[in-house]
């Protein structure tokens, strides 16, 4: 008996709404924060869009950064079809310097990490911290 490589033909290729991955998108960031905050570092600014039925576009600021993701991609795309019972989905990469990080003042860093963790905002009301 030959055996014939499967061609995911017969996985299931349920709907997903662009919300549903900006809901994997965001939580898998903040899982990301706290085991591995040099990959979130590099990958937390990419935009992840649903272009067409089962496909995303992933639009990423430097080869550096998409390297960082391409090493944990695996465990990002495996958890989403998983969660949305799609196997059939195809990433496109696009660059978008747009994306880049500039020099971020030490009260936007902060501001970004209270959107990761808002319990951080309880502690800078009552240790008043100084940003300048």
């Known amino acids: 008996?030959?055996?014939?490589?499967d061609n995911?033909?017969?996985?299931?290729?349920?709907?997903?709404?662009d919300m549903d991955l900006q809901t994997v998108w965001t939580t898998f960031l903040k899982e990301l924060f706290k085991g591995n905050i040099?990959?979130?570092?590099?990958?937390?600014?990419?935009?992840?869009?649903?272009?067409?039925?089962?496909?995303?576009?992933?639009?990423?600021?430097?080869d550096t950064a998409k390297k960082e993701?391409?090493?944990?991609?695996?465990?990002?795309?495996?958890?989403?079809?998983?969660?949305?019972?799609?196997?059939?989905?195809?990433?496109?990469y696009r660059e978008d310097i747009t994306l880049k990080k500039g020099n971020l003042s030490k009260k936007q860093v902060f501001e970004q990490l209270v959107e990761i963790n808002p319990?951080?905002?309880d502690l800078e009301n009552l240790m008043r911290f100084d940003f300048n």
């Open 1 to 5: 008996k030959e055996y014939q490589a």
């Open 8 to 17: 995911h033909g017969h996985l299931p290729d349920n709907h997903f709404s």
């Open 38 to 62: 040099v990959v979130w570092s590099a990958i937390n600014t990419f935009k992840l869009s649903k272009i067409d039925e089962n496909k995303i576009e992933i639009k990423y600021s430097s």
């Open 119 to 121: 319990v951080l905002q």
């Open 69 to 92: 993701f391409e090493a944990i991609q695996m465990d990002f795309f495996n958890y989403f079809k998983h969660k949305v019972n799609n196997f059939q989905i195809e990433i496109i």
